[in-house]
């Protein structure tokens, strides 16, 4: 087992979106610490009682496509480092940081007045904030620069009700002042309002921007069948993607754009993926005008035409994969695990294997790989098994299945074939698929007694090796594998407080010391920070030594 970086901390830790900082909170403190070296790059001092108030920790993600670095070694923060901003917030303020400066960048009081805080976000540039008023009471933008704010009533709350335009900065976004959904299209930094349009949906769930910012889609509520409209960039209606009146259908789930933007999937309630094609080449019918004479042979008419079905994935219950693998997890003694080859057909675990508070249908996560060649997805009615759809073949190449359901799946930025799959267990462990490989892998993190629900995220890369960090409220673990696979030790550049391996936890005069009470040394500075609580013991008072058990006992002669 390689050894790792631990961080100790009262919340979540977040990675910044190209991996290359760690933000957390720590007694009373904001700490922005590298990944290359676990050093502290930042600290900042929180006003009294935020440690424990603050909901939102956010970092400013740019507008184009985000990367984790293939190298990012050292601790300076250059001019070109995209995760510069950081802001938290709770119920009353907003504090934004900038990472490059010890001091505090912006701070907004009252935010919100009748309504808690529903969500928080920065906007196209780090210099504006959107802020979401509970029940969608409405929508704050507000201008750090000019510490003024534009004010959008009636806004329909949720995170897939806006979506910026990539290559300009217009905002797009869904509001609903009577009963119908309208869509405003709002300029770049003024927010002026450009265009105003009535939809023909129900009850809109969601809108996206494709990532070349030529096409908006917006799909519709589950009672309105497999419904998706496809606008253009400034909000035109172009075409309406709908099932036929024959085709039953419950409504859709999840909707998705690969990253070219050359597919649009959608994931409907019925556990099935069907993929738009942006140009689809399609033959004609043969009971149409059919055939085109060319010297002595007859060729058939193709067509091009835009955003039709081009392929469809299932999840049926049985797995059977021609031509392909299917992958099952298989538990050891003292809990190990690992993957071993099924038998197909194989039968995964249905959704009545699992204790679930209320019962769910469709596709429960998909995901696009960065090359916009495989896509991942689970289905509600089998939750532990993931399928990885080869695009370019249209058939599954391989399927997993597990013991728990899947919490999360997350594609590495930087290596388009490696899947880190997270499920839903109390052990800290991640499961890790590549195409190259000769099987998966399955790495536990020694966290000692996590507390919480876990959670996982890629880092920058080192040489030859990926990152990734494993958190709970209480603690946080970096792992750390090469390209081929094999566990590699970890070796930060710099010295931290957070000693690496489990053995240095315990081992004594170089351990972390986890007790919540805290001896001040005499002749330390009153103000020398200290994790946790300082208590005051009388010098007469005996402290019992922590590690007695590991002294022999003293016989008497």
Same mark, same amino acid.
């Given at each position: 087992?390689?050894? %790792?970086?631990?961080? @100790?901390? &009262?919340?979540?830790? =977040?990675?910044?979106? $190209?991996?290359?900082?760690?933000?957390?909170?720590? /007694?009373?403190?904001?700490?922005?610490?590298?990944?290359?070296?676990?050093?502290?790059?930042?600290?900042?001092?929180?006003?009294?009682?935020?440690?424990?108030?603050?909901?939102?920790?956010?970092?400013?993600?740019?507008?184009?496509?985000?990367?984790?670095?293939?190298?990012?070694?050292?601790?300076?923060?250059?001019?070109?480092?995209?995760?510069?901003?950081?802001?938290?917030?709770?119920?009353?303020?907003?504090?934004?940081?900038?990472?490059?400066?010890?001091?505090?960048?912006?701070?907004?009081?009252?935010?919100?007045?009748?309504?808690?805080?529903?969500?928080?976000?920065?906007?196209?540039?780090?210099?504006?904030?959107?802020?979401?008023?509970?029940?969608?009471?409405?929508? %704050?933008?507000?201008? @750090?620069? &000019?510490?003024?704010? =534009?004010?959008?009533? $009636?806004?329909?709350?949720?995170?897939?009700?806006? /979506?910026?335009?990539?290559?300009?900065?217009?905002?797009?976004?869904?509001?609903?002042?009577?009963?119908?959904?309208?869509?405003?299209?709002?300029?770049?930094?003024?927010?002026?309002?450009?265009?105003?349009?009535?939809?023909?949906?129900?009850?809109?769930?969601?809108?996206?921007?494709?990532?070349?910012?030529?096409?908006?889609?917006?799909?519709?509520?589950?009672?309105?069948?497999?419904?998706?409209?496809?606008?253009?960039?400034?909000?035109?209606?172009?075409?309406?993607?709908?099932?036929?009146?024959?085709?039953?259908?419950?409504?859709?789930?999840?909707?998705?754009?690969?990253?070219?933007?050359?597919?649009?999937?959608?994931?409907?309630?019925?556990?099935?993926?069907?993929?738009?094609?942006?140009?689809?080449?399609?033959?004609?019918?043969?009971?149409?005008?059919?055939?085109?004479?060319?010297?002595?042979?007859?060729?058939?008419?193709?067509?091009?035409?835009?955003?039709?079905?081009?392929?469809?994935?299932?999840?049926?219950?049985?797995?059977?994969?021609?031509?392909?693998?299917?992958?099952?997890?298989?538990?050891?003694?003292?809990?190990?695990?690992?993957?071993?080859?099924?038998?197909?057909?194989?039968?995964?675990?249905?959704?009545?294997?699992?204790?679930?508070?209320?019962?769910?249908?469709?596709?429960?996560?998909?995901?696009?790989?960065?090359?916009?060649?495989?896509?991942?997805?689970?289905?509600?009615?089998?939750?532990?098994?993931?399928?990885?759809?080869?695009?370019?073949?249209?058939?599954?190449?391989?399927?997993?299945?597990?013991?728990?359901?899947?919490?999360?799946?997350?594609?590495?930025?930087?290596?388009?074939?490696?899947?880190?799959?997270?499920?839903?267990?109390?052990?800290?462990?991640?499961?890790?698929?590549?195409?190259?490989?000769?099987?998966?892998?399955?790495?536990?993190?020694?966290?000692?007694?996590?507390?919480?629900?876990?959670?996982?995220?890629?880092?920058?890369?080192?040489?030859?090796?990926?990152?990734?960090?494993?958190?709970?409220?209480?603690?946080?673990?970096?792992?750390?594998?090469?390209?081929?696979?094999?566990?590699?030790?970890?070796?930060?550049?710099?010295?931290?407080?957070?000693?690496?391996?489990?053995?240095?936890?315990?081992?004594?005069?170089?351990?972390?010391?986890?007790?919540?009470?805290?001896?001040?040394?005499?002749?330390?500075?009153?103000?020398?920070?200290?994790?946790?609580?300082?208590?005051?013991?009388?010098?007469?008072?005996?402290?019992?030594?922590?590690?007695?058990?590991?002294?022999?006992?003293?016989?008497?002669?």
């Amino acid at each position: 087992m390689p050894r %790792q970086c631990y961080l @100790l901390s &009262s919340q979540l830790p =977040v990675p910044s979106p $190209d991996g290359i900082l760690i933000a957390f909170i720590a /007694s009373s403190q904001l700490h922005i610490r590298c990944v290359a070296t676990t050093n502290d790059l930042q600290i900042y001092d929180l006003p009294p009682g935020f440690d424990t108030s603050c909901r939102f920790i956010r970092w400013y993600r740019s507008l184009g496509k985000d990367a984790v670095p293939l190298r990012s070694e050292g601790s300076k923060i250059d001019n070109e480092c995209s995760s510069q901003y950081l802001l938290l917030a709770d119920d009353a303020r907003i504090i934004v940081y900038d990472v490059k400066s010890s001091q505090l960048y912006a701070e907004i009081s009252g935010a919100t007045t009748l309504t808690k805080l529903a969500d928080v976000d920065f906007g196209q540039t780090p210099d504006q904030v959107m802020v979401c008023s509970d029940f969608g009471y409405k929508l %704050q933008i507000w201008s @750090l620069k &000019s510490k003024r704010a =534009v004010e959008i009533k $009636d806004f329909k709350h949720g995170g897939a009700c806006y /979506s910026y335009r990539s290559n300009t900065g217009h905002l797009a976004l869904l509001a609903r002042p009577a009963a119908h959904d309208i869509l405003l299209i709002l300029a770049p930094h003024s927010h002026e309002v450009l265009s105003t349009s009535e939809l023909s949906t129900v009850d809109a769930r969601g809108i996206k921007y494709s990532p070349d910012g030529n096409w908006l889609a917006v799909w519709d509520t589950a009672s309105a069948g497999c419904r998706v409209i496809v606008l253009t960039a400034n909000g035109h209606h172009f075409k309406t993607y709908a099932r036929s009146e024959d085709e039953l259908s419950l409504g859709i789930k999840c909707l998705q754009w690969s990253p070219s933007g050359h597919h649009l999937a959608i994931g409907d309630q019925e556990g099935s993926v069907t993929l738009l094609g942006k140009n689809t080449v399609g033959r004609v019918s043969i009971l149409s005008v059919a055939l085109w004479p060319v010297g002595n042979i007859i060729e058939p008419i193709f067509t091009l035409s835009q955003f039709t079905p081009h392929m469809h994935f299932f999840h049926p219950s049985s797995v059977q994969i021609r031509n392909g693998i299917v992958w099952q997890e298989e538990l050891g003694h003292s809990r190990s695990r690992s993957y071993a080859q099924a038998t197909q057909p194989a039968g995964p675990p249905s959704q009545g294997a699992f204790k679930a508070k209320a019962r769910q249908t469709g596709i429960a996560l998909m995901e696009f790989n960065a090359s916009g060649d495989l896509l991942a997805s689970t289905s509600s009615d089998t939750p532990s098994t993931v399928w990885i759809h080869s695009l370019q073949s249209s058939r599954p190449l391989t399927s997993l299945i597990h013991h728990s359901p899947m919490k999360a799946l997350y594609w590495h930025p930087v290596l388009p074939d490696l899947l880190l799959m997270h499920c839903a267990i109390p052990e800290p462990t991640v499961h890790l698929w590549r195409a190259s490989w000769h099987n998966p892998k399955i790495l536990s993190l020694p966290l000692q007694a996590p507390i919480g629900k876990l959670q996982v995220a890629w880092l920058s890369c080192g040489n030859d090796k990926v990152r990734f960090l494993l958190s709970s409220n209480d603690q946080s673990a970096i792992g750390q594998i090469s390209y081929e696979g094999e566990e590699v030790p970890w070796h930060p550049e710099g010295d931290s407080f957070a000693r690496m391996g489990p053995e240095a936890m315990f081992d004594e005069g170089h351990s972390i010391d986890l007790s919540p009470v805290k001896l001040q040394a005499n002749g330390l500075p009153a103000n020398t920070p200290t994790v946790g609580l300082t208590t005051e013991l009388d010098q007469a008072t005996e402290v019992q030594d922590t590690f007695h058990y590991r002294h022999p006992k003293q016989t008497a002669a």
